[in-house]
């Protein structure tokens, strides 16, 4: 409407002195006494481009005052005579020609003129040639109109393109077209739109409304008949002038969020093969703000920013596959670092502690746990745990069904959480003495059969920190970590079985020396002084003790004692109920008392004139069901010296022992009752000589 205002949305043009020109050439062609030249400015009111008028005259005035006949010019789209005031002699009324400038539906402005009755009257003759003048100004200034047009879809064209040498994606040449469609087409009110065809959504990439930029939305899918699905399967734009054109075209309202325009212009994007979406520009303050012109224009652009999209797309997906190569070639070569590094190590826990400082070194964290689990119980043991690049030292735990630690080892899940919030609802806990994180990712270590360990990566300082890279490289480091995880449990417990033979060689050598001496010995002393002196070569101690227990006196005397490498002598004493001895003597049980406190525990004390050992173990001696002493070890220099392996040996040793002296014993009885006959037998022969000679 004449005198409105609105958001400018089509390409301005220049009037400049061609309109001056054009002001002159009515002025003389009709002998007019005023002319003005009304053009369609850049907000879609009427702006006075030229005018000719009486000195004294205002322009505003006077376009005030026929504003109502501009109006009826512009929807009869034809020229009108008029002549007034009404009432009055001719030689004292004005005569006015109001002819609208038209090519097609495009409306640029108006022609007015008049003439004082005194100076002469327009008839039929001079209507029709302002008409005429009107239809050639306006041709002119479509032509004009054109080419500014097509200066800025070059200068547009020419944009993209520069976007596209400077190598943008995808989205920042949707942006770039953005930003120069509202500059060319002095715009607040625009949407570039993509196509999933075979999805067939669609999904708004860029827009502004009102000049304020609106947020990019999820994919929508594209509405079966509409206008947008007919343009989208056609590639033919369209003007939809009015509210009642957009509902006939099936497009009615406005999509949430934004309001519904009084006029839209929607022009497609065309790739090399396809529709790829549209462009569409919307006026919110008048109807019919579009025309052909601006829809060739836009259709124009639509097909080269097809072509650039294309492009982008096309380099992105490039450029994401170059470093997914490339992100793949650095997973392989951490993979092969590890693996290297694992096969040249057998022991667990170095296999434990390779892998941990490498993925601390590539994925940069100095959060990150393994755990291991035996695989029958619910206790984990945490090997190896950093936390703000600091190593911890965590107690074993006991997995409850549902939490986090149950999931990733019971339920074998590969487990990401990108908040706190995550966290909880996933049955993530903070231990004891750790930090809450931001997020975390957990993924199972997997054996042949099954579930060995975890690994644990956190985040303190951002969520959502790990994505599907980090998991991958998690996962193969997980599977190969298993494999050589098993790989050395089987090389362990081979060593373990290799060490236990040859253990169990040596023991049964050592037993077989020891059997072998005592054979050859049949004195009780001599015995006990050969197991002892073997003990003392086998076990590398100075420290050793065999004490012999007399039931009958219910008292312990030393058979062979050695301290610090010296033998020693200690004197007899009644062992106390609650005392190691009780215990070893009376109740034929092996005490090990690995500490001081441990022997405080146990009733081990230390003879009067002897020092106080730091560990000791001892065992009873026993012959035809009988305890007849014990054996004892003792370490002055650590805690915990004597373990599983040296209670069986001695056991074993203790058994030998307990035969031999009981031999010893039988022996030494058998020669004394033999003696015995030997010198009865002389005593009663010595008697009978004696009695022959009385």
């Known amino acids: 409407m004449p005198g409105s205002t609105r958001t400018s949305t089509r390409i301005t ?25 009304l053009l369609v400015d850049d907000m879609g009111g009427l702006a006075i481009a030229a005018e000719k008028l009486p000195a004294g005259e205002s322009a505003p005035v006077l376009l005030a005052a026929i504003l109502p006949w501009l109006d009826e010019a512009g929807r009869t789209r034809r020229a009108r005579l008029r002549h007034g005031p009404a009432g009055v002699a001719r030689g004292e009324q004005r005569s006015c020609v109001v002819a609208p400038l038209v090519v097609g539906r495009e409306r640029f402005g108006h022609l007015y003129v008049d003439v004082e009755g005194a100076a002469g009257r327009f008839g039929a003759v001079e209507r029709d040639l302002l008409a005429a003048l009107a239809e050639q100004a306006a041709v002119a200034l479509a032509r004009s109109r054109e080419s500014e047009q097509h200066a800025a879809e070059l200068m547009l064209i020419d944009g993209i393109h520069q976007g596209i040498a400077a190598r943008l994606d995808f989205q920042a040449v949707v942006d770039l077209v953005g930003g120069k469609l509202g500059e060319v087409f002095g715009t607040g009110d625009l949407s570039i739109w993509w196509w999933d065809d075979r999805e067939h959504t669609i999904q708004r990439l860029y827009a502004i409304e009102h000049g304020r ?76 703000a579009f025309g052909d012109g601006d829809l060739r224009v836009l259709t124009t652009i639509g097909a080269t920013l097809g072509t650039a999209l294309e492009n982008a797309r096309l380099f992105d997906e490039t450029q994401r596959l170059l470093k997914e190569t490339e992100r793949r070639n650095a997973e392989l070569a951490v993979i092969g670092s590890i693996q290297e590094g694992m096969a040249s190590e057998l022991d667990f826990q170095s296999i434990i502690d390779l892998v941990g400082d490498k993925l601390r070194e590539v994925l940069g964290t100095g959060d990150i746990g393994i755990l291991w689990w035996n695989g029958v119980d619910d206790e984990v043991q945490s090997p190896y745990v950093y936390e703000h690049g600091v190593r911890l030292e965590q107690e074993p735990f006991t997995m409850t069904p549902g939490r986090a630690s149950w999931r990733i080892l019971r339920e074998r899940e590969v487990l990401v959480v990108r908040s706190p919030s995550e966290q909880a ?270």
């Not at 206008?227 to 734009?237: H, K, S």
């Not at 730091?614 to 370490?635: F, H, N, Q, W």
């Open 13 to 37: 043009h220049d009037s400049g002195v061609a309109s001056e020109r054009l002001v002159e050439r009515v002025a003389s062609s009709l002998g007019a006494t005023r002319v003005l030249l």
């Open 425 to 694: 609802a996933m049955g993530f806990i903070t231990t004891p003495g750790t930090d809450q994180s931001r997020c975390a990712v957990g993924v199972p270590i997997l054996g042949s059969s099954s579930v060995l360990g975890g690994i644990i990566v956190e985040n303190h300082d951002r969520e959502d920190a790990f994505g599907p890279a980090e998991v991958r490289l998690l996962t193969t480091v997980a599977a190969t970590m298993g494999a050589a995880l098993e790989n050395a449990r089987l090389f362990d417990e081979t060593q373990r079985l290799l060490k236990e033979t040859e253990q169990r060689a040596s023991e049964l050598a050592l037993i077989n020396s020891i059997q072998r001496g005592m054979a050859a010995k049949l004195e009780f002393q001599a015995i006990v002084d050969l197991v002892g002196d073997k003990l003392r070569e086998v076990f590398r101690t100075g420290d050793a003790g065999i004490w012999l227990w007399d039931s009958a006196t219910q008292r312990v005397q030393g058979g062979y004692q050695f301290e610090h490498g010296a033998r020693i002598t200690t004197p007899t004493f009644h062992p106390l109920p609650g005392t190691a001895f009780h215990r070893v003597l009376l109740e034929r049980l092996p005490v090990v008392a690995g500490s001081r406190e441990e022997q405080a525990a146990v009733g081990y004390g230390h003879q009067l004139g002897t020092d106080q050992c730091r560990s000791a173990v001892a065992v009873p001696v026993i012959a035809s069901d009988k305890v007849i002493g014990t054996i004892l070890l003792e370490d002055h220099e650590r805690d915990h010296a004597f373990g599983k392996s040296d209670v069986e040996l001695l056991t074993t040793i203790a058994t030998s022992m307990g035969v031999a002296l009981e031999n010893a014993r039988l022996f030494a009885e058998t020669q004394r009752l033999l003696n015995e006959t030997e010198r009865r037998a002389k005593e009663s022969s010595a008697l009978s000589d004696v009695g022959r000679d009385l």
């Open 213 to 288: 930029r609106l947020p990019v939305v999820p994919p929508a899918p594209v509405r079966p008949g509409s206008a947008r699905e007919t343009l989208l399967r056609t590639g033919v734009g369209g003007c939809f002038g009015s509210h009642a054109e957009q509902i006939a075209a099936g497009i009615g309202g406005a999509a949430p969020g934004t309001d519904w325009a009084l006029s839209l212009m929607a022009a497609p994007v065309r790739g090399t093969r396809r529709v790829l979406g549209h462009l569409t520009l919307e006026s919110h303050v008048r109807e019919h």
